[in-house]
């Protein structure tokens, strides 16, 4: 495929997952989005990775495809390296030899979630997950490469296409007398469709109509603004759905607050995923709206 400047390549991978979905809306008036799920690109397979990126010849990668099973990674442990580790580092490779971008997405796991205020970029990473451990390796592929690459962790990521904690929240809500919801784990519910726009507004003002050489490359934090618990959060669910006139068992008032403790998982959850987004903010010109705001639009799309 022939590149043409006047109408660049973006090459989305991971198109029917949550941010994939919606960074094909976001990024579709840029230029010539080329979208392929995992039937298209398989990222366990590292040669048809390379295969795919360069019959496309993007202009710029966008990587949203992961492995995101964060309990069964503790057994499946090759494939998430796999596709979380070995697979961003060939997509950057491919991305800097053509002189393009690739944008790829991280997460709060790479922290313990031990430290008492919100993650700056420059701290020590310490996953406690195989989920974790595969990711910070796609990161360190990333950054070996040397091209141009945009890095954003999130966290909390929810979108109005897939499985996510809020969808759950509503299932339940509806199907259940009483909850039952982790109160000691803090972060920020980030919606898929945040997640889309901020990329689609980086990409456009700083790569595609920026000065290509001054492009600020690195990792970043992206999520809402502002901080909750799982708790708080399944409470602000079903009390906005409840202004919505959406019939549920659950009072919302009456969610019962638990110890992640009382909830064990095969694999570790940071108790603290808050993720200080200063740097995506300033560098770039941001603005990130409160983790409600987006909670509440993506309510209203899940309720259309």
């Known amino acids: 495929m022939q590149r043409n400047p006047a109408v660049p390549t973006i090459l989305v ?8 979905f919606e960074l094909r809306r976001s990024l579709a008036p840029l230029g010539n ?6 039937t298209g690109c398989d990222l366990s397979r590292p040669d048809e990775v390379r295969r795919v990126v360069r019959d496309c010849r993007p202009d710029v990668i966008v990587n949203p495809a992961a492995y995101t099973a ?22 950057a ?38 989920y974790g451990k595969s990711k910070l390796a796609g990161e360190q592929a990333i950054a070996a490469a040397g091209g141009a690459a945009l890095v954003l962790r999130t966290c909390w990521v929810a979108g109005a296409h897939g499985g996510n904690f809020a969808k759950t929240m509503l299932k339940l809500g509806r199907e259940r007398d009483s909850l039952r919801v982790i109160a ?33 490359s ?12 799982w708790h708080a959060y399944a409470t602000e669910v079903l009390r906005y759905a409840a202004t919505q006139g ?59």
């Open 13 to 20: 991978t991971g198109s029917n997952g949550q941010v994939g």
């Open 33 to 38: 989005v080329v979208a392929l799920d995992r």
């Open 70 to 91: 964060v309990d069964k990674a503790e057994t499946e442990v090759d494939l998430a390296f796999a596709i979380n580790g070995t697979a961003p580092g060939i997509l």
């Open 93 to 130: 490779e491919e991305a800097k030899a053509l002189g393009s971008l690739l944008v790829h997405y991280s997460t709060d796991y790479v922290f313990d979630g031990t430290k008492d205020g919100a993650y700056v970029e420059s701290d020590a990473v310490n996953p406690q997950s195989v």
């Open 184 to 216: 000691d784990q803090f972060g920020a519910p980030t919606t898929a469709a945040l997640i889309a726009d901020v990329t689609a507004q980086i990409v456009a003002r700083h790569w595609l109509h920026g000065d290509r050489q001054a492009f600020a």
């Open 218 to 229: 690195g990792i970043y934090h992206l999520a809402a603004a502002g901080e909750t618990s």
């Open 246 to 304: 959406i019939d549920l068992k659950v009072d919302p008032a009456r969610i019962e607050a638990i110890p992640a403790t009382a909830y064990p998982l095969p694999a570790p959850r940071p108790a603290n995923s808050r993720l200080d987004t200063g740097k995506l903010r300033q560098t770039f010109g941001i603005h990130l709206p409160d983790w409600q705001q987006g909670v509440h639009h993506l309510l209203d799309q899940i309720f259309s």
